[in-house]
Each structure stands twice: as C-alpha cells, then as structure tokens.
C-alpha cells in the first residue's frame, strides 16, 4: 500500500492552473461548463491540490495550455514551459509586421545580456 507521503502533491499544478485561467480572463465557472466539470472541483484542484481525474487533467492542460513537463520532469526543458507555450500561443495571434517589433525587443534583450556578461 502506498504511504500518503509518497502521493505526488498537486498544489503547484493547481496554482498554475488557476494562474493560466486567469491570465485567458476565464472564471471557475466558464472553464467548468465547457470540460464538464463542476466549478467546485475546479476550485479543489487550484486552491487544496485535490488530485484530478486523468480525463481532468487532460482537459485542463490542453484548454489553457499549461506544460506538464515542468511538474512531472525532474530537469524541466525551458523550451516547453507554460510561460513559452502561452507566449507562443499569443504569438500565433500576431502579424508578420507584429512579429517584427517582437524580434527586436528579443533581439535588444539579447544584446543587453551579453553586453552584461562582459
């Protein structure tokens, strides 16, 4: 029988689950209606870390495109956390000329971080 100490803790999901709701401006109750849950149990899974059903837990990663890699992989690889998979889907609402301003604020980062490291 497995020791409830060995149980993986759901907290930091949930806390990413109910800051990505957020950040798309949808409430409990939105997000609830449209994977079929009662908003309660959403609310259980964001604020207590109750553990979600698989069927859940699927649902809630691909409606508000959170990364699993970062709470199940030891040594997260930067390139598939939710902060880029969010900013890669606001990317996808851009235009060619939006993307160029985006470019170059990334580009002058770039730059202003190796001027730092000399």
């Known amino acids: 029988m497995r020791k409830k100490e060995d149980r993986y803790d759901?907290?930091?999901?949930g806390l990413a689950i109910k800051a990505a709701r957020n950040k798309?401006?949808?409430?409990r109750e939105q997000v609830g209606a449209m994977i079929e849950i009662d908003p309660r149990?959403?609310?259980?899974?964001?604020n207590k870390g109750k553990h979600p059903s698989l069927q859940v837990f699927y649902?809630?990663?691909?409606?508000?495109n959170v990364s699993t890699d970062e709470f199940f992989l030891s040594a997260p690889d930067p390139a598939k956390s939710t902060r880029r998979r969010q900013l890669e889907m606001q990317l996808e609402k851009l235009s060619d000329k939006d993307l160029v301003i985006v470019e170059s604020?990334?580009?002058g980062?770039?730059?202003?971080?190796?001027?730092?490291?000399?």
Request: charge should be negative; charged fraction near 25%; aromatic fraction near 10%.
């Open 10 to 13: 759901f907290r930091a999901f």
């Open 24 to 27: 798309q401006g949808l409430t």
């Open 41 to 46: 149990y959403l609310t259980n899974i964001e």
């Open 59 to 64: 649902d809630l990663v691909h409606l508000l």
């Open 105 to 107: 604020v990334a580009d």
């Open 109 to 118: 980062i770039i730059k202003s971080k190796e001027v730092d490291e000399n």
